[in-house]
């Protein structure tokens, strides 16, 4: 087998190991690493929590002390090469004095960036760039994004019947999705680090966004709030124990409003800007600011609709339950302006069809994201 289908196979490998860290390393990257002597596996390991060892050293553990000195190291993203929660792995790798070290990715945090790489060259280590990088991409285009964009990944999801309806005329919405789905979803939420809404729809559905049964994560509650109007009885605060409450508010909000929400335990965002467009950019960025990686955004039409026009939604979840509610006013998952010519129409890529029991789910990534 020649080395380069040998390079794919141990990386793919180690991608399928980086994996099992999604949920419990963001704001870290997920990473795996494989280590290869005499073409045979010997150590393996992935970044398993946020604050705990990287791949690469999990991967030499794993290998019981045994020499591996000439290996191969396959690792999904570079080597660390700064002192951050955990020493740089560069140096854990310099140590077992590897013959070569195949690397998926560069890595876009600032702190390395091309600096891992130069450390292990320079040791005289042939190192090779780019084995399933798309693929490495792909799996950590969340943490990417924050690096490259300075905003979270944004994730939208909806429920609607099957004439596109999210609610009906009288704003009615439960359940249009089956139990399977459903759990799906709170599956979905306790992979991300916030669950962001729309004040009308506090108002409408009064949603807990909490995570049942918890996930490897707790995502704050976000609400966009320009003025501040989420009411103190609302169920998010009153289980403000259970998770965070964040709002983003507009510097015109109401002093009075702002006091009685930051009282109950809110925390608020003042998120700048002429118009909701600008307010939206600017709490994205705080947001990334803040550690948030990823977001789920659930509704309603009128957010969904001002991100899908401003451009800020990289993946999608849409289930499809087989009912059918009609009317004229009812409302559809995407408000806003919209586009005047089918040919403008946002395509999603990578496109993938799922069922749950009575509803089916199309999964997919809007053609602008990473």
């Not at 590897?98 to 690397?103: L, T």
């Not at 005047?340 to 509803?359: C, F, G, K, P």
Request: net charge negative; hydrophobic share 40%; charged share 20%.
């Amino acid at each position: 087998m020649a080395i380069a289908d040998d390079d794919q196979r141990f990386m793919r490998r180690a991608l399928d190991l980086a994996e099992q860290g999604r949920g419990f390393v963001e704001p870290n990257p997920m990473v795996g690493c494989v280590i290869v002597k005499d073409g045979q596996i010997v150590g393996e390991g992935f970044h398993e929590k946020f604050g705990g060892p990287h791949a690469e050293v999990n991967a030499i553990a794993s290998a019981g002390g045994a020499s591996l000195e000439g290996c191969t190291v396959y690792v999904t993203l570079e080597p660390c090469c700064h002192h951050g929660k955990t020493p740089p792995c560069t140096e854990a790798l310099l140590k077992i004095k590897p013959a070569r070290v195949v690397i998926a990715m560069q890595d876009p945090f600032p702190k390395v960036q091309g600096g891992g790489i130069q450390i292990l060259a320079a040791d005289r280590i042939q190192v090779s760039v780019g084995a399933c990088g798309d693929a490495a991409s792909r799996l950590n285009a969340p943490f990417i994004k924050v690096h490259q964009q300075g905003k979270p990944w944004v994730i939208a999801k909806w429920a609607m019947t099957l004439d596109g309806k999210l609610a009906t005329a009288s704003g009615s919405s439960k359940w249009i999705s089956g139990e399977a789905a459903r759990a799906e979803v709170h599956r979905i939420r306790g992979l991300c680090d916030g669950i962001m809404v729309g004040s009308g729809t506090v108002k409408l559905d009064d949603p807990l966004l909490t995570t049942r049964p918890p996930g490897p994560r707790t995502a704050a509650r976000i609400v966009f709030d320009s003025q501040a109007t989420l009411s103190p009885s609302s169920r998010l605060i009153e289980t403000i124990s259970e998770a965070p409450v964040v709002v983003g508010v507009a510097e015109s909000a109401r002093s009075e409003r702002l006091e009685r929400l930051a009282h109950a335990g809110c925390e608020l965002v003042v998120c700048h800007g002429n118009d909701h467009a600008e307010r939206m950019e600017h709490f994205l960025r705080q947001l990334a600011a803040g550690g948030m990686t990823n977001l789920l955004v659930e509704g309603g039409s009128q957010l969904l609709g001002l991100l899908w026009d401003t451009r800020q939604i990289d993946e999608v979840y849409a289930f499809i339950a087989p009912k059918i509610a009609g009317g004229r006013d009812a409302i559809s998952p995407i408000g806003g302006a919209g586009v005047l010519n089918m040919e403008e129409a946002t395509n999603l890529v990578r496109t993938d069809l799922r069922s749950y029991q009575e509803t089916i789910c199309l999964h997919g990534y809007t053609d602008f994201s990473l």
